[in-house]
């Protein structure tokens, strides 16, 4: 057996280990409670209206085999277009048996589990195609052992499920434009609709088609291309179509009532501009369902409006062009960032050829990056950057693998170059993988050694790249330590009635951290910790006396 191949089984393995530990012993973060239940509406109900700023697919898969087995909910009841009654349901599910909850939970997770290690394969695959066994090699590596990879790889809410499917996509786009055919065009309308039906982050694949469709516009005539696009667009409209039942496919778009001021003036432009006839307005359908722009345009919604958003200790109702790009650089592992940085050395010394082949997955890096700076509207979901990182993963693997062959073909000077890359990326490579087994089980409140690692990264960010309710348990078994002291409680995101739910008993501290009974211990979550100042006011002239995970700091409290 080659060398590579025991490198990328072994690397498989030790990823697999530690997604599955995190799909069975991290609680239910705060999105996955209404996931699990919209999935369950689907199957009872035929609602795709639950959770509809995503799409259907995922929790119906996941929430399935639960469904199959007999698990029910109530009707689901609703205020109005602006209610969210997935998270009040999925609460409630969760609090009337906790251990079935997460058994159920746990099953589905495994789904999100081979997604993920599939994801690897694409990018091993890819890369080896491109520019050899290391290049791919490297490319699944960097995607697997990441921090984010490793925690949200196996969580049921579709940020890393939506960037495999991504890559996916662009790889069947490669594919399809190597020889345009209507067969291929067919395949890849496929690929882009189940890409759309996990997440609509993924809506994003469609500008990245039509710049490359305009990039290969000299290789194809215009004929092919225009009904190579339309079959496309048409394929993947049904694919798209199938899981909401076809329910409000077609309909005028006069006939929708939004709510955020992007869609309500589209729809008044298109009705005063484009559609004056009425015969025309009448004509014209929207080739969607009506679910799914309904769950755009409330997605929408909120970041027009604005949520309660933190970063770098700015805090605020809205958020800032700059926050993705700041949640990766204190996320990404030191080490990775290294590498990263050598990619960008190698770009300039070896000059455009080093693109060759990764233009598409540079096109697909490049829209997410610039349209989730456009999207300022709220800075608290830093796992919406998650689909640029496969196809910047593989960028680096081909560039730096070229760049270190590069060695053979020059002079001395340049050969120097290459060995000293070589040496840059070994040790950067170490580095990450050193910081990534420090921070075990703990991913997805890790932040690397820059922000300020496990003592001080809190203060970078908050809410899922913190704590977002993974370590209830670990709170519950810290509690249960504790039962014959007076414990107070500050955790707004994993949940103070979810906790109580699992057994734990402890008070809340919702009269003030001056009416505590002394003595006493105070646990305060870390998301609450920098999005309230009044608490950071406080508790920052303290030093914690324990720590749970990477979630909650622990105080004593004494009689004066």
Known sequence: MKIST???????ALASIALLYSAWFMAPVNDEYGHLYAGLAYWQFGDSSVFKVNPPVLRAVVAAPEYLIGMRIEPVTTTGPMDRPEFRGGRDLFRANP??????????????????????????RWGRLLAGTCAGLIASGGWLFQPQ??????????DVVCAVFLLLAIWIMQWTFDDLTMNRSVVLGIAIGNAILIKFTAVLIIPTLFFWVSWNAYRYSKRRLISSVIVMMSVSSLVIAIPYSFQGFGIRLSDYKFVSELFIKL????????????????????????????GLDRQQWDFEHGLPS????YRGQHGWWWFYLYSMLVKIPVGSLVVLFTVGVCVVLGGKKMFHGVELPLLLFTCVIVSTSIQD????????????????FLMMGVIITRFMKLEDESMSLFRFKARYARIIFGVGMALSLVEVSLATPHWLGQFNVIAGGKRNGYRCLFNDASDWGQDLYRLRSWISSHKNETVYVISSVGGIEQLKATGAEFEDAISGLDSLKKPSWLIVSLSDYVIAQHLMNVLDKRVPDEMIGRTHFIYRFEDP
Not at 99 to 122: D, E, H, N, P
């Open 149 to 158: 990879t490793l925690s949200h790889g196996a969580l049921i809410t579709g």
């Open 99 to 124: 251990k079935v909850f997460q058994w159920y939970l746990s099953c589905g997770r495994m789904i999100a589990v081979g997604i993920t290690l599939g994801g690897s394969v694409i990018l091993y």
């Open 6 to 12: 025991i490198i990328g089984l072994l690397g498989i």
């Open 267 to 294: 729809q008044a432009t298109a009705a005063r501009d484009a559609f004056t006839s009425p015969w025309v307005q009448e004509i014209i359908r929207i080739p969607v369902p009506q679910q799914l722009l309904l």
């Open 310 to 313: 933190y970063a770098a200790g």
């Open 377 to 392: 509207g709220f800075a608290q979901q830093h796992r919406y950057v998650l689909p640029a990182y496969p196809p910047m």
